[in-house]
């Protein structure tokens, strides 16, 4: 009990560090009464921070039953609880930076405790978890304090007996929450949900609510603009629908129809604001955040140009043809593709996946990917590409694969849409019909394929070459350390890893995390044998339970969930990674 947990603390004050780690294991503490699970123990002072759990019974938390009636409102109440945790912990750190005073939790003696700080998606994560229903559990770090190599026995006491305590009253007992912005933040979850799931059957694939704030305060920055300048999101009247909340509201906005849509515009207008509102519609947002009413298709991937990216045996023959130097285009493989053949490999792969919306933005397209204009076909008569102006027709109608296209120059585009929209000073306005007009004005035969052509499914062998670790991780990159690490440094040997720059919708490290973890899951599942990408990225559909066969070694709160597209765009990188 927690009596227990203080006598410890007492009696290895002043030892070698090493005697924290009489601590791991589980004290009760009553009033509330939750248990404290210590889990893992730091080495030393500067190694990574060890790592607790804190787990009270649903009973004591006083949470209302209808916040646990069903899984996504179990995971906005955890996103909710974890979001509290991490401002707590947060205003404590400062109180000590700015004031000096004892309020504070941190010292520099070590004592901060940590917990994986959601940004503006609200997102399953490891952080906070409900199990069944009978408990909430809370998952953070905490460094535990130290005078050189022995133990501060009396600061410990203090972080592990009384701060956690408060920690935990102020983040799991439902009394002492914000009770209004926890309603909002849980219902608004619940309408985003219940909106996207309506796109599917209104044959919609993104929906912009009007009043939405697509703008963001920067270039580096998540958080909506918040300027008097700010042009609130307003549908073209004929693009308009009404849709219902779960909570049985109205609320209006723009529907972008199945098919080909294009946005266009002049420059700096808001055409690519608004495709990255798209592409983060596959999330739901925190209810302050603008975008919490913009729902897109779950399985819309960002297709980009990704030139330097390795390829492995991917089928990227509807847009190529033929390779220099005889490599086989329906088994494609290189460790530095170029811009039209990695944008290839993106397309074929997010297919593979299942993705039924693309979202492209010429900005950050190769060009000759997407158009061959009438000219560069008089003059160029070998050439190998398809683009994809010529092959987005029959994707859709072939396999149902609607896309979104951001168009500044590229006018061929015109001939192939559905719908185009115009942002005019961020207001969007409907003009197919002009469209017409200018297409009879300025005629041009775009050729259209009757075949897209194959859409691929490999049986890979994950083969990773070396230790992965979730915790080496970075929001752009999974580092893998060699196996075997060469003597001679070998310059050809470059920083082993997977490359993530190239995925716009994550948005998380934890995200990162999760893909390093399940990469070695399927490595070791699978023990290098041939298997089928489908069936594998299966496997996650139920990725709401992140815990499912996590190796110990994960028991922290550091993993948030991802799509399997992110995870297929990840293996798809692995150097290393076979194609049977
Ligand atoms: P485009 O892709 O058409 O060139 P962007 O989407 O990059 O234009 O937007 C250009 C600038 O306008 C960006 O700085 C963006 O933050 C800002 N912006 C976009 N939408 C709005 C809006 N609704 N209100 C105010 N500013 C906006
Ligand atoms: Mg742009």
Redesign the pocket.
Known sequence: DWDQLQRDLRSIDGQQYGAYKRLLGRYDHAGPSFALSVDHVQGDAYAAPSRVRAVMPLAQTGFPSGYLQSEIRRVALCDYVTRTAASIIRDKHLDRNVGGGNGGWSSPKGGAFNINAPGQEVLPRTSAIVSGDETIELRFTVALPAAGRTVLGQQANQILAINLVELIKNTLLHGNLDEKKLALHISSVENQHHLRQQLSANNLIAFVANGSI???ASGASATP?LDN???PFQSPPELSVTLTQADGVAVSGMGIPKGITLLT?G???????LLEALELGVYDHIPTDGRERIVTDPSAVKIRAEDGRPVTGADISPFISTLPGGKDPKRFSTDDASGSTSMAANIQEALEAGSTSLLIDEDSSATNLLVRDARMQALIQNEPITPLVSKVRALYAQHGVSTVM?VGGLGDWLSVADTVIA?DY?VPRLITSQVEDVLRQFPSDVAQDAQYGSVPQRAVQVQVPGEISPYTASRSFINIKPAVRNPVADPAQAPQGIDLQGLDQLVEVGQARMIAATVQRFGRATEGKPVDLKSLLATLEEEVNLDQDMPATLSGGELVAVRKYEVAAALSRLRGLRVA
């Open positions: 697509l703008p963001r603009m300048s700010v042009v515009g420059g700096f207008h808001g055409k690519s604001t951001v942002m961020y």
